[in-house]
Structures are given as C-alpha cells and as structure tokens.
C-alpha cells in the first residue's frame, strides 16, 4: 500500500464522525466549525518508543493511551474534547500493527464522541503526536494559575496504579491478575471529562497529574504564586500500592505518574457546594490539603508532624 492507501485504509475509514468537521482528512487542511459562544482549547502530546511505551505494546493500547493522554489535558482545562489529529512515524507499515492501531483509535473516539480530522505519516522511529481540539464557553477554562491561600485541594481518585506497573514491567513473579490490574490503570486511563461542570463552577485551578502529584501540584503553586500543604494520610492510594510498597506507599504515590486524575483548588467558602454538586453526580473526590501563602509543598503526617515535600515528579531533561 502507497502512504495514501494507508491514511485511506486505516484512518480516513474509522467511522466517528462529527457534524461540525465540514472538511476532514483528505484536504490540505481541516476546516470545523465552533459553537457560537465557545472558545477552541488545544494540546499536544507526543509518545515515543521506549521512552512512553513499548514497541512489544499491542498497537491497540498504544492508540488508546495516546487518544486518553490528550483529553486528560483538555478534561483539566474544563473542556470538552473534539477533534483530534495524528502524526504517526513508524520504522515500517506494518498493516497487522495499524489495523490494531486503527481499532484503539476508533475505540477511543467513540468513547468520547471524538473525530480524527488529519494528520501526517513518515517513516523514522516510532514516534506518535496528537494534537487534540476541544471548547469551551467563553471565559469557563480552568488554569494552573488562581488557587489562593485558604482553597481546599482536592484530587478526583487513587493515585500511584500506573508507577505501580512501570515498577512491574519487567519482574515476572508477580501475582497475575495484580498485574493485569496494574497494566490496565497504564494502558486504559479513564481521563476525568466528567468533572468538566464541577470544575467550572467551583474550581480555582487545576492540573491533571501525568508527570506526579508533588510535580504537578507544584506547577499549580508556581503558577498561583502560592504554595501548599498535604495531609499525606490522606492522599488515596491504589490499593496494590499500599500492598507492595508499604511504608513507602505515599512517597511512591506523590511521586509516581501515568495515572491522568485531576488535582484541583476549591474556595473554602464555595467547598460544601462543590461537595453537593459531587453528590448529585456520583462522583467521589479527596480532601488532601490546603493551599497556603508560604510558597513550597510541605506534608503532615497524622501525627501532626509537618515537612516539606521533594518536587520530584517524570522528567524528559
Ligand atoms: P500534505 O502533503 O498536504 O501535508 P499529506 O499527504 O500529509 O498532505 O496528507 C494527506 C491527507 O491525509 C491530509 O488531509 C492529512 O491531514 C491526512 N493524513 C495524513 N496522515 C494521516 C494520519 N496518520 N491520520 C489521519 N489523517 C492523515
Ligand atoms: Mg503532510
């Protein structure tokens, strides 16, 4: 197949489709239409071979992690997730790979009411980037920066299951359906576009934690000019977590990234609405600290014992 059999073959064929793309794939350039009133939100995401996943991967989760990785940002800015496109550079076609590929792809898009509206394909080592488009009314995004001194920090779910897996990868003793567990909350992370309304409602800043709750809560406190404090038995953890790493479980979970939940500042003054409105949806957060004016991320232990937190979360360089 010719590069342009491929894109036909395994791309411009997944059937999600959306009404507001008046030009998809196959043009020079994607032509879509916003609803009157919203604003277009954008990020981009790059996985590569060895560094994001591995090439043993089954091509199927590949795509769907790239797809959930990139609404996780769009779900922490408030927005709603729309349109996606893909640059692929793969060492070869391999068309049992991109069938599988194309079917991660399509389980994703169809998860989320999303369509692919272009992309490119070269050939070089495996590398995947994903540029996604959402929206948003007018004036709703939620930023890293506007957490203030007082605001409760919340967390919308257990955290440390994906770092869990990575510390697994390659340990074979292992109990097998403890892995098959971990492995899922790494491959299929359920990105928190359900917390959309919560946040723009009641919201002061949020992030979602891809690189590590200290590192990323970190960014919210540089962002706002402010720092904060955790209280660390309160963190939640991956059940597997506290059974493997024990005594280390916090510092693991604070540290440990992949998992795409949200960490997110609510106003005291605002905190039982916010906690009502959760009710009614049926969706539980986590009460994990304070955001303070002494800038920094420190922890208090039941014990009433406090200090400060090492940043350390994934970094590139
Ligand atoms: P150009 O040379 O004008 O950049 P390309 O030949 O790269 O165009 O792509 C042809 C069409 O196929 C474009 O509409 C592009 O968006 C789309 N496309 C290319 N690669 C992909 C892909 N991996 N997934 C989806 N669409 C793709
Ligand atoms: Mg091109």
Redesign the pocket.
């Known amino acids: 197949m010719t ?2 059999d491929l ?1 036909d073959y395994f ?2 064929s997944i059937p999600h489709r959306r009404d507001d793309v008046c030009i ?7 032509c879509l239409s916003i609803k009157p009133g919203h604003q277009l939100v954008v990020t981009t995401d790059t996985l590569v071979a060895g560094s994001h996943f591995l090439t043993t991967w089954d091509a199927f989760d590949i795509a769907y992690k790239a797809v959930m990785v990139n609404i996780s940002d769009i779900a922490a800015m408030a927005a709603e997730p729309a349109w996606l ?4 550079t793969l060492p070869d076609a391999d068309e049992a790979w991109l069938n599988r590929f194309s079917q991660g792809l399509s389980a994703a898009f169809s998860q989320y009411h999303l369509a ?6 070269t050939r070089g080592p495996m590398t995947l980037t994903i540029t996604l488009h959402g929206m948003i009314p007018e004036g709703k995004s939620v930023q890293r920066q506007g957490a203030q001194p007082g605001d409760k920090i919340y967390v919308t779910g257990p955290l440390g299951g994906a770092a869990q897996a990575v510390a697994f990868l390659d340990k074979q003793d292992i109990d097998k359906s403890h892995q098959t567990t971990l492995m899922n909350k790494l491959l299929r992370p359920q990105p928190r576009v359900d917390m959309q309304m919560i946040l723009r409602t009641y919201a002061t800043a949020a992030i979602d934690i891809s690189d590590g709750l200290s590192s990323d809560l970190n960014h919210i406190c540089e962002m706002s000019g402010v720092g904060a404090c955790l209280k660390l038995d309160n963190i939640p953890l991956h059940p597997l977590v506290n059974q493997y790493q024990q005594d280390n479980a916090i510092a693991f979970a604070l540290k440990g990234g992949d998992d795409y939940e949200l960490c997110f500042s609510v106003a005291k003054a605002n905190e039982n609405r916010m906690l009502n409105a959760l009710y009614d949806a049926g969706i539980t957060c986590y009460l994990i600290g304070e955001i303070e004016a002494q800038k920094g991320l420190r922890g208090q232990k039941s014990c009433g014992q406090v200090s400060s937190i090492p940043i350390d979360g994934y970094r590139h360089f």
Do not use: P
Request: aromatic fraction near 10%; avoid cysteine.
């Open positions: 590069e342009f894109i791309f411009k998809g794939i196959g043009d020079d350039a994607a496109s893909l640059a692929l692919l509206i272009g992309g490119d394909m």
